[in-house]
Nanobody, 125 residues
Framework: QVQLVESGGGLVQAGESLRLSCVAS????????MGWFRQAPGKEREFVSF????????KYADSVKGRFTVSRDNAKNTVNLQMNSLKPEDTAVYYC??????????????????WGQGTQVTVSS
């Protein structure tokens, strides 16, 4: 089992930055692909970013490309999402998720085995 706990959410103004963190329990973190998703009120959960187990491969949704950066520290069982130039449309609950399998698109929620509880990000205009 893997437990994921996100932190770092909050209320910011448009153009500001936030850094989300997700700490994983368990001894298999370094073998997991890690994703970030978000869900706005009344909308489906959507893919934001992915980082492979070795951090050698990352992927971003078009809506955040160039503004968000994902990173991980396997020694600390942590994955981070640096969010810059935030926009009101980035307002959502952000979730980190872990994928035990290699390959795949890593953009579909069905590919992920473990989920955190989420952290709220609110961007005011």
């Amino acid at each position: 089992q893997v437990q994921l706990v996100e932190s770092g959410g909050g209320l910011v103004q448009a153009g500001e930055s936030l850094r989300l963190s997700c700490v994983a329990s368990g001894r298999t973190f370094s073998s997991l692909g890690m994703g970030w998703f978000r869900q706005a009120p009344g909308k489906e959960r959507e893919f934001v970013s992915f980082i492979s187990w070795s951090a050698g491969w990352t992927k971003y949704a078009d809506s955040v490309k160039g503004r968000f950066t994902v990173s991980r520290d396997n020694a600390k069982n942590t994955v981070n999402l640096q969010m810059n130039s935030l926009k009101p449309e980035d307002t959502a609950v952000y979730y980190c998720a872990a994928n035990r399998r290699r390959g795949g698109l890593n953009t579909d929620i069905r590919e992920y085995d473990y989920w955190g509880q989420g952290t709220q990000v609110t961007v005011s205009s």
